[in-house]
């Protein structure tokens, strides 16, 4: 049973006449083709096991196979664990269990649109198309090359190769190779004691409330002394990331981090700057790497544009600083440094640094800058930032963001008065 090449009706129409799910009937047919759908699915990102596919082959006898609605809403109800894939499975149910009509639709469609721009495809379009050419047979193997010695002694690795290279100088396919790296890193900080206490039978603080009301379970006389241990819980994480033409490339690769992060760990909050201060926590939070820069690219506007660090640093100082710096947070700050402006607006951003140093407990500066081994803090706006913050950490390979990990899983150095650490 050949699968489906073109995108046939919506799984609202009805009827299946000469459709996949119409020809296989029953039985090895139609297994074969919702084994096929569960690859495709599982190929698209979407967490697909045994036990669903059993419950999808379940609920397709037990329906009206000539209904496309019914067998459309059996398979996503059995084959769909979250509400954020319903889309995804909706594409891949019409590229799949295609109508035999799909084509000829699909031309006068085309005929209609002469001239007029192609449609955006939606957001998991593309990861959709390359799971759906990977179903293809692959092609038969070369013959065997002929066999070679290879002096490998004091060479290095592809990967540890690819670990060290900057950003601004990978390939297309080298950056992919350095997304997929990115987002398996995880961000570990060090638990730091809460005002909060909760019951613990070896518990360090005497809890006289709980002890008294144990008490009257027992005539109020007190058999046991309850204790209580303080909690103890990582704090915030708020990642401020300049967007700016100088750094629109390592902007794009370092998102992949902060949605790794975002949605590895509860309590961070994420923001991008350029010439305004964009919140784009909420669109980080979908799951989806594809559909959440398609919602950050719809509500940042100034992206590699100009630059505004210290009007940015401002406003969020006055708009979220008590929102979001709670409890000891940490605080990244992404950016080169390069402010443009006047007397006034260094003015401006050193006064804004200085308040956000003091409403953290950590800021920590990633600059791409710090690459160049003979770097100088030369600027007027690295030279007015640098003695502002507590670290000056560099960013701008995959070996300096691990590096990065590694400090903040550790107790946060002891302030300095400029230079890096």
């Avoid at 981090?257 to 509860?266: L, P």
């Avoid at 979001?324 to 940490?330: H, K």
Wanted: glycine share 8%; with cysteine.
């Amino acid at each position: 049973m050949s699968t489906a090449r073109q995108d046939g009706n919506g799984p609202d129409s009805s009827g299946l006449e000469n459709s996949n799910l119409e020809k296989t009937g029953a039985g090895g047919a139609l297994a074969a083709n919702l084994l096929g759908f569960a690859r495709l699915l599982r190929r698209a990102g979407l967490p697909l096991g045994p036990a669903g596919l059993l419950a999808g082959g379940e609920a397709l006898a037990r329906i009206d196979l000539g209904d496309r609605r019914q067998v459309h809403a059996a398979l996503r109800a059995t084959l769909v664990q979250r509400r954020e894939h319903f889309d995804l499975f909706d594409q891949a149910f019409r590229l799949w269990w295609r109508d035999p009509e799909a084509g000829r639709h699909a031309a006068a469609m085309d005929a209609l649109s002469q001239g007029q721009e192609p449609p955006k495809p939606p957001p998991g379009g593309r990861r959709l198309a390359e799971a759906l050419a990977g179903q293809r047979p692959p092609p038969p193997a070369p013959p065997p090359p002929e066999e070679r010695r290879i002096e490998a002694t004091m060479t290095v690795s592809a990967s540890e190769a690819l670990r060290k290279m900057d950003f601004e100088a990978m390939s297309a396919d080298e950056l992919a190779t350095a997304r997929a790296e990115i987002r398996r890193l995880t961000l570990p900080l060090d638990h730091r004691p809460t005002r909060r206490f909760r019951p613990h039978p070896a518990g360090r603080r005497a809890d006289l409330r709980a002890t008294l009301r144990a008490s009257l379970r027992q005539g109020g006389e007190i058999t046991t002394l309850r204790r209580s241990q303080r909690v103890e819980r990582p704090p915030p994480l708020v990642v401020l990331c300049d967007i700016s033409g100088s750094m629109g490339r390592y902007a794009q690769i370092l998102l992949h981090f902060i949605h790794a992060v975002t949605n590895d760990r509860d309590r961070v909050s994420a923001f991008l700057f350029g010439t305004r201060l964009t919140n784009i926590t909420r669109p980080l939070r979908h799951r989806d790497a594809e559909v959440a820069f398609e919602m950050v690219g719809q509500a940042v506007q100034d992206w590699s544009g100009g630059t505004r660090i210290g009007a940015a640093l401002d406003l969020f100082n006055r708009q979220w600083a008590r929102r979001v710096l709670g409890q000891g947070a940490v605080v990244l700050l992404i950016t080169d440094g390069l402010e443009r402006g006047d007397a006034a607006d260094l003015a401006r951003l050193a006064a804004a640094t200085e308040r956000l140093r003091h409403s953290c407990r950590r800021l920590v500066w990633l600059n791409p800058l710090l690459r160049y081994a003979g770097f100088q803090p030369r600027p007027q706006g690295v030279r007015t930032m640098l003695p502002l913050v507590h670290e000056h950490r560099p960013v701008h390979n995959i070996d300096s963001l691990r590096a990065l990990v590694d400090s903040l899983s550790s107790p946060a150095p002891r302030p300095f008065k400029g230079g890096m650490a």
